[in-house]
Nanobody
């Protein structure tokens, strides 16, 4: 059974940092682009960051550029999202996702990802 499991969420004050992890099991995603998305209450799921299968290319939403960093560790089948200078508007449930096939490019569109984790809550207080 393929699983993506996020962890690392929590409550943090504005200006603080968190590092989210997404661990894959059941199959390898070493050749799949991975992404992070978030969804706040009453809002649609939105793109946060994505990374190519090689790790050579990364992409960010304008709202997090310069504050968040996506990376991946192949030995642990894990993707990370380092979040610095957090703002209250970053409050959301954060999801990691994997694209279906090997070598597909990263994408900002949720519908192009087929594997999803259950999400981890990030709350930033002002």
């Amino acid at each position: 059974q393929v699983q993506l499991v996020e962890s690392g969420g929590g409550l943090v004050q504005a200006g603080g940092s968190l590092r989210l992890s997404c661990a894959a099991s059941g199959r390898t995603f070493s050749r799949n682009a991975m992404g992070w998305f978030r969804q706040a209450p009453g809002k649609e799921r939105e793109f946060v960051a994505a990374i190519s299968w090689s790790g050579a290319s990364t992409y960010y939403a304008d709202s997090v550029k310069g504050r968040f960093t996506i990376s991946r560790e192949y030995a642990k089948s894990t993707v990370y999202l380092q979040m610095n200078s957090l703002k209250p508007e970053d409050t959301a449930v954060y999801y990691c996702a994997a694209r279906t096939g090997a070598n597909e490019p990263p994408s900002p569109y949720p519908y192009e990802y087929v594997y999803w984790g259950q999400g981890t809550q990030v709350t930033v207080s002002s």
